[in-house]
């Protein structure tokens, strides 16, 4: 018994020693790259935007303690209830079968546990709701299977973005990367205008904490805030058909010089706005100005024609001569 005893000792040890081992070297072989997944990671990927860094803080430091109480409390109990009360600890089971206390417990204790979860989820769900002062409209359209974008503030007509074949595209990369990549400017609120044109997808993009449904004849919303360039990828999270898994989503994170020159390369303009509004006033003060001179011209018309100069008085007759003195 004693020798079994040390062999179980040893063998436990040998498996906390492999875990602990494990997991201090977790950071070396498994750094989290940003804005793609990492082979072994364990972890959330890096944030890249005010969302994610909301939807981290919910989970690390809101979510992850609780489970982890919980779960370690319902085990606890476990292993005393199979020692403490086994057949051979306990040969004469208890009488009773209600405990009030016990039941009130643990119908409040959850309770308690849900509302103090819900504020915090709440406020998560407001972030994502209360869209700041937007900078740029992209309308982003699911079909099958793939992606549109369209760039109605600039001008910029809807495209297809379609997944890189696998002979072009890094291995690590692979649905994943795009032939014609959703385009932003780095530090602009960017909002997202999305739906479908057969069946639902669904954007989602880990990087930026996003994942929105599109749904046909349906315009759902998110919006985020890039931190860093780079380039951020993402796929359809919604079982759409038999290509679902090559539905990706990139997203190219760019300076606004770099931004505004791809847009002019889409034969669009990033004064697309202010020039509609100048010719839009032009086109009214035009026929105010035909009004006008219109209405200058029927005045002209209708004014009396100038009369002429009065003839001049006939002469004074002339005065009788008076007749030479004798």
Request: net charge negative.
């Given at each position: 018994?004693?020798?079994?005893?040390?062999?179980?000792?040893?063998?436990?040890?040998?498996?906390?020693?492999?875990?602990?081992?494990?997991?201090?070297?977790?950071?070396?072989?498994?750094q989290d790259v940003l804005g793609q997944p990492t082979p072994g990671a364990i972890d959330l990927q890096p944030a890249a935007s005010p969302l994610k860094h909301e939807a981290i803080f919910f989970h690390d430091v809101v979510l992850m303690p609780i489970i982890t109480v919980i779960t370690l409390l319902v085990l606890g109990l476990l292993i005393w209830i199979a020692i403490r009360y086994n057949?051979?600890?306990?040969?004469?089971?208890?009488?009773?079968?209600?405990?009030?206390?016990?039941?009130?417990?643990?119908?409040?204790?959850?309770?308690?546990?849900?509302?103090?979860?819900?504020?915090?989820?709440?406020?998560?769900?407001?972030?994502?709701?209360?869209?700041?002062?937007?900078?740029?409209?992209?309308?982003?359209?699911?079909?099958?299977?793939?992606?549109?974008?369209?760039?109605?503030?600039?001008?910029?007509?809807?495209?297809?973005?379609?997944?890189?074949?696998?002979?072009?595209?890094?291995?690590?990369?692979?649905?994943?990367?795009?032939?014609?990549?959703?385009?932003?400017?780095?530090?602009?609120?960017?909002?997202?205008?999305?739906?479908?044109?057969?069946?639902?997808?669904?954007?989602?993009?880990?990087?930026?904490?996003?994942?929105?449904?599109?749904?046909?004849?349906?315009?759902?919303?998110?919006?985020?805030?890039?931190?860093?360039?780079?380039?951020?990828?993402?796929?359809?999270?919604?079982?759409?058909?038999?290509?679902?898994?090559?539905?990706?989503?990139?997203?190219?994170?760019?300076?606004?010089?770099?931004?505004?020159?791809?847009?002019?390369?889409?034969?669009?303009?990033?004064?697309?706005?202010?020039?509609?509004?100048?010719?839009?006033?032009?086109?009214?003060?035009?026929?105010?100005?035909?009004?006008?001179?219109?209405?200058?011209?029927?005045?002209?018309?209708?004014?009396?024609?100038?009369?002429?100069?009065?003839?001049?008085?006939?002469?004074?007759?002339?005065?009788?001569?008076?007749?030479?003195?004798?």
């Amino acid at each position: 018994m004693g020798m079994g005893t040390r062999a179980m000792a040893r063998i436990g040890g040998g498996i906390a020693a492999t875990a602990l081992a494990a997991f201090v070297a977790a950071p070396a072989w498994a750094q989290d790259v940003l804005g793609q997944p990492t082979p072994g990671a364990i972890d959330l990927q890096p944030a890249a935007s005010p969302l994610k860094h909301e939807a981290i803080f919910f989970h690390d430091v809101v979510l992850m303690p609780i489970i982890t109480v919980i779960t370690l409390l319902v085990l606890g109990l476990l292993i005393w209830i199979a020692i403490r009360y086994n057949k051979k600890a306990n040969p004469v089971p208890a009488k009773w079968s209600h405990n009030t206390v016990i039941e009130v417990i643990w119908t409040v204790v959850p309770v308690l546990i849900l509302v103090g979860i819900s504020l915090f989820s709440f406020r998560l769900l407001f972030a994502y709701h209360d869209t700041p002062e937007v900078d740029l409209t992209v309308k982003v359209t699911g079909n099958q299977w793939n992606w549109a974008y369209e760039y109605p503030d600039q001008g910029v007509a809807e495209y297809i973005s379609n997944m890189t074949p696998e002979d072009k595209a890094p291995a690590h990369l692979y649905r994943l990367a795009a032939d014609e990549p959703m385009v932003v400017p780095v530090g602009k609120t960017v909002e997202l205008l999305i739906t479908a044109s057969d069946v639902i997808h669904a954007v989602a993009l880990p990087a930026f904490g996003l994942k929105t449904d599109a749904v046909p004849g349906r315009i759902n919303h998110t919006w985020f805030k890039a931190e860093k360039t780079g380039i951020y990828y993402g796929q359809c999270s919604e079982l759409c058909g038999v290509d679902h898994a090559f539905m990706p989503i990139q997203i190219n994170v760019v300076t606004e010089a770099e931004f505004a020159a791809w847009v002019a390369s889409k034969g669009g303009s990033m004064t697309k706005k202010a020039d509609e509004a100048a010719a839009a006033a032009a086109a009214a003060a035009a026929p105010a100005a035909v009004v006008d001179e219109a209405a200058a011209s029927a005045a002209a018309a209708a004014a009396p024609a100038p009369t002429a100069a009065a003839p001049a008085a006939p002469a004074a007759a002339a005065a009788p001569v008076a007749p030479a003195a004798q």
